[in-house]
């Protein structure tokens, strides 16, 4: 069973940087998009970037400029630098691919989350 699994969260204190990494454990194929998605503690979770096959790139108005999302299509993997960080940018981070499976459609893969926690 394909598994996706984060790395690289952490304890970071505000200014600082971290580079959050995802890689999945199986193959999979036709991966379309790459993305992240964090959720603090009482909020809904949200997406915070993705990234599409093409290299075209979405961010949440509250990372642009501070982060940047990329990825390794030979190894599928999906990164995410995160500079500049605030004590608003702590949440459990979250990676998901979507892929195109030739029978089902698209299907989605997600990762069990990894903790950012930014200090003041």
């Known amino acids: 069973q394909v598994q996706l699994v984060e790395s690289g969260g952490g304890l970071a204190q505000a200014g600082g940087s971290l580079r959050l990494s995802c890689a999945a454990s199986?193959?999979?194929?036709?991966?379309?998009?790459m993305g992240w998605y964090r959720q603090a503690p009482g909020k809904q979770r949200e997406l915070v970037a993705i990234?599409?096959?093409?290299?075209?790139?979405h961010y949440t108005d509250s990372v642009k400029g501070r982060f940047t999302i990329s990825r390794d299509n030979a190894k599928n993997i999906v990164y995410l630098q995160m500079n500049s960080l605030k004590p608003d940018d702590t949440a459990v981070y979250y990676c998901s691919f979507r892929a195109w499976a030739v029978v089902a459609g698209f299907v989605d893969y997600w990762g069990k989350g990894t903790l950012v926690t930014v200090s003041s």
């Open positions: 990234i599409g096959d093409g290299g075209a790139t």
């Open positions: 199986g193959s999979i194929d036709s991966i379309r998009t």
